[in-house]
C-alpha cells in the first residue's frame, strides 16, 4: 500500500505481480497475485494485473500469523495494540459474505508472540509469518514513503510457505485512534491481510486492496464488494486443502532463524516496477530446494495530494 510517496506493503506492503480477474460485466477489477514475477520473468499483463503463473495461495485449511512482541516504542503503539488491530483484520477478510451463508474457506490462527523482528524463511526448519514494526533502520530500498512491506515466500505451484509484514514506523506517522487521524494502522493491517491471504492490488478506489492511501482517511478498514469478491474467489467454500494444520511450515518458533542463506538476496519489488535489489537486511535465497521467494510485491504507498498516482500504494 502507499501513502503520499510510496509506502510498501504488502504493501500497505507490498506489490508483487498479480492476477487480474475481472467478471464479465467488468464489475470487478480486483487482483489476485500470480508467481510470474515481472523483475525475472515477461509476464504477460491485461488491465494491470499479471496473467502468467499460477495463483498465490495457502493451501492448508488454516493458517497462523504472529505479531512482534516490541510493538512500536516510537509511535506508542504497544503489542496488545497492534494483536488486536490485526486479528481484527484477519476476521473481516473471513468474515466476507460469500453468498448462501458461506465464508471463505480458511481460518486463520493468532500464534501469539514473537521476538524476532527480522524477515526471513527457513526451508530446513520452523518459522513464523511475522508482522513487525521497523522504528529504526528502515531499507533505502523500500523508499522512506513506503508505508509497509510484505514478503511472500511460495512455492512454483502458488501454495504460500511464509509471509511477514514489515511497517514503516520509521518515517510513518502512525496512529491508532479515530481522532488526529494520520497513517491509520487499522488501513494498513486490514490492506496488508489482504496480501498476506494471495491478493493484489485493486483498480476500485474505494477497495481495501487499492493502490493508494490518503493519510487521515480510514476508508480502507472496511472491506468494499470488490475486496469480498477477490477473497471468495481465492477461498471458496469446498475448496480442497492440503491439511487442517495452522502451523508454519516446518513448525512454529517465536526467535529469529538461526540457520540462514548466505547466498542470495532478498527481491523485494515495489508495485511502481521497481528492481530487485539486495534485501540488506535477512538472506533470503530467491531459489532454495525449489522453493520461490517472491519480494513483496505488495506495496502500499503514500502520495502526497495533487500528486501523479503511482502504482503502488501510495497516499493520494
Same mark, same amino acid.
Given at each position: ?113 514473537? @521476538?524476532?523482528?527480522?524477515? %526471513? ?6 518459522? /513464523? ?38 511497517? *514503516? ?10 481522532? *488526529? ?16 491471504? %494471495? ?30 469478491? @477477490?477473497?471468495? @474467489?481465492?477461498?471458496? @467454500? ?6 487442517? /494444520? ?19 538476496? %532478498? ?11 539486495? /534485501? ?37
Amino acid at each position: 500500500m502507499t501513502v503520499t510517496p510510496p509506502l510498501r506493503a504488502s504493501a500497505l506492503a507490498i506489490s508483487l505481480g498479480a492476477a487480474c480477474l475481472l467478471l464479465a460485466s467488468h464489475s470487478s477489477a480486483y487482483c489476485r497475485t500470480r508467481t510470474c514475477n515481472p523483475t525475472k520473468s515477461n509476464c504477460a499483463s491485461e488491465n494491470g494485473c499479471v496473467i502468467t503463473g499460477e495463483f498465490l495461495h495457502w493451501p492448508n485449511g488454516c493458517v497462523s500469523f504472529s505479531v512482534n512482541q516490541a510493538g512500536s516504542p516510537l509511535r506508542q503503539i504497544s503489542f496488545d495494540t497492534a494483536d488486536n488491530l490485526i486479528t481484527d483484520a484477519f476476521s473481516k477478510w473471513l468474515a466476507a459474505d460469500c453468498g448462501g451463508g458461506k465464508r471463505p474457506a480458511l481460518a486463520v490462527n493468532n500464534f501469539g508472540p514473537t @521476538a524476532c523482528g527480522e524477515r %526471513g524463511y527457513n526451508p530446513k526448519g520452523p518459522n /513464523s509469518n511475522e508482522w513487525m514494526f521497523i522504528d529504526s533502520g528502515w531499507m533505502p530500498l523500500n523508499d522512506a514513503h513506503t508505508l509497509a512491506l510484505t514478503t511472500v515466500t511460495h512455492h512454483p505451484t502458488g501454495q504460500i510457505l511464509d509471509v511477514d509484514v514489515e511497517i *514503516n514506523s520509521a518515517n510513518s506517522l502512525i496512529t491508532t485512534d479515530d481522532t *488526529n487521524v494520520g497513517a491509520d494502522l487499522e488501513s494498513i493491517v486490514t490492506h496488508e491481510a489482504g496480501h498476506f491471504l %494471495g491478493l493484489a492490488h485493486s483498480e476500485v478506489t474505494k477497495a481495501t486492496m487499492f493502490s493508494s492511501y490518503l493519510p487521515g482517511d480510514p476508508f480502507m478498514r472496511d472491506l468494499d464488494p470488490d475486496d469480498v469478491a @477477490a477473497i471468495c @474467489a481465492v477461498y471458496p @467454500a469446498g475448496r480442497p486443502v492440503a491439511k487442517p /494444520s495452522c502451523e508454519p511450515r516446518g513448525g512454529f518458533t517465536q526467535q529469529c532463524l538461526e540457520e540462514l542463506s548466505t547466498g542470495g538476496c %532478498g527481491c523485494h519489488v515495489a508495485s511502481s516496477g521497481g528492481k530487485c535489489v539486495p /534485501s540488506g537486511r535477512r538472506t533470503l535465497p530467491l531459489t532454495t530446494s525449489g522453493f520461490v521467494l517472491m519480494g513483496a510485491a505488495f506495496v502500499l504507498w503514500v502520495r502526497r495530494r495533487r500528486q501523479t498516482p503511482r502504482a503502488g500504494f501510495a497516499p493520494r
